[in-house]
């Protein structure tokens, strides 16, 4: 009972707060200015807008004929999940497998989106098994050292999530020392974790969903989180709350390729520029938040090898407490 109250008052505060989200953080403007200052080469495969000639036009090669092969990590809502269709059947949604689509569908490619653990895309876009990493990607230094990035197609920032129990006894960072704080393997968030709370206990987990259902179940005390994925999870699980923003340099989401793959990214950027201009990001955005609050029909993680949602033991547990 408690729970469905707040739950509802949650959704009313989540609801305040993405719309006022709209401006700073969404896709268009801030990603769009970048867009502007991106080049030449961006300009030229953009200049370019009637679909498939896109990729006729530009020199486009991917692992597999006819076919671009994605890799990405569902346990990111909004950006990529499950959303359990009308026959009760898992599919792939959120915005970046909305651009994914009309990427492929612009190039006249077939798009094959392979699910798999965030921290394994990079090493399967090195070892050639994808062609495009979309899983909310920041584009970081380090990374732009071995892969090549996208222009943006999404603006977004971090935040510090803790259980609002809690609030009153966490107010700083150095009320973590010792104790166990969370981010996703293979993330930007573990950077972010070990520059703010280098004396907690870093604990680092495959999926955005393990750290969820650690805070919820007191494994961990805090976790670095997406902004736009943490408000997302906090929606549906009212007992979290964002402590504070975490400010980080590399702002915004782009998609990895294979350094050197320039026709591709090329043909991407020009994707990018048409979908912000055009106004489709913010209605893949718009989409993906909307099947994302839909509680019920929302999974986050992998499938079974039946295709079916698995439920972890964590979280049947919480789902018992809860009763
Ligand atoms: N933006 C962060 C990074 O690039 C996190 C992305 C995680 N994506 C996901 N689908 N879990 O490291």
Redesign the pocket.
Known sequence: MKKKLLAGIMAGIMALSLAACGSGSSSAPAAEEKQDAAGAATEAAAADDAGADTAAAADITTIADGVLTVG?????AP??FYYIDESGNPQLAGFDIALAQRIADNLGLELKVVPMD?DGILMELQNGNIDLGI????P?PERAETFDFSDLYYMGGQSFVIRVADKDKYTDYAAFDGLPVGA?T????MGLAEENTPNANIIGLP??TDLINELLSGKLEGAFI?TAVAEQYIKNYPDLMIAWEVPYDTEG?AIALKKGNDGLREAVNGVIKEVLADGSMDEYIATAQDQASDEGNVYEGMLDENGEVQESADEAATEAAAE
Do not use: R
């Open positions: 990405t990590s569902p346990d990111f950006y990529e965030f899983s909310g990607f920041s970081s996703q293979g993330s930007i968030q999926k955005v997406e989401s």
